[in-house]
């Protein structure tokens, strides 16, 4: 007969201590794992700065907005503003929403770039809302990086926060 079994008694008491033991080693090991997700907390937010910093520079590079300051969409920008509806996204329909949106993502003392700045990125964080399906569309139909024409409507919030006119810039790219 070929019959192998492994008996293994444990008590009561020696039962709670292995739990005990497990419970513990459990606890400790979590805290240290949210020491480490924050400790790399600074690198997830640089690097989300270095995306911005580079969606930037691709509009510029695209003929959508120009260098210098106040940044403000080139013709070519106006252009895809237009034709996707974010002109009327922004400047109408949802416009007190996006404004109210805008205004409790800045601090109480901000200077007029933080608006610039916070209006891009919250316009860009927004992509998947449903009120920009119309851009997104437009973007997929003319193989327009959806990013870069959020950015032109990130200009046109900051214009309504400060209630300063949109502008156009002379274009930076020959067309």
């Given amino acids: 007969m070929n019959v192998t079994e492994i008996i293994i008694k444990i008590y009561f008491l020696y039962f709670l201590g292995i739990v005990g033991t497990l419970i513990g080693l459990t606890w400790y090991a979590s805290h240290k794992f949210s020491k480490l997700e924050n400790s790399i907390e600074w690198i997830k937010r640089e ?29 070519l920008g106006w252009k895809y503003i237009r034709e996707s509806g974010l ?41 998947d809302d449903p009120m920009f399906k119309p851009v997104k569309e437009y973007a997929f139909s003319n193989g327009i990086d959806v990013d870069i024409i959020l950015l032109l409507g990130g200009l046109l919030l900051r214009d309504n926060f400060l209630n300063q006119q949109h502008q156009t810039a002379p274009s930076a790219k020959k067309q």
């Fill in 47 to 75: 690097l989300g700065n270095l995306w911005d910093a580079v969606k930037g520079r691709e509009a510029r590079r695209a003929g959508a907005e120009a260098t210098g300051s106040p940044i403000n969409p080139t013709e």
């Fill in 87 to 127: 002109d009327k996204i922004v400047d109408t329909e949802k416009k007190e929403e996006l404004l109210e949106k805008l205004k409790n993502s800045l601090g109480k003392d901000y200077a007029e770039y933080d608006v610039q700045e916070k209006a891009r990125k919250l316009v860009v964080s927004m992509k």
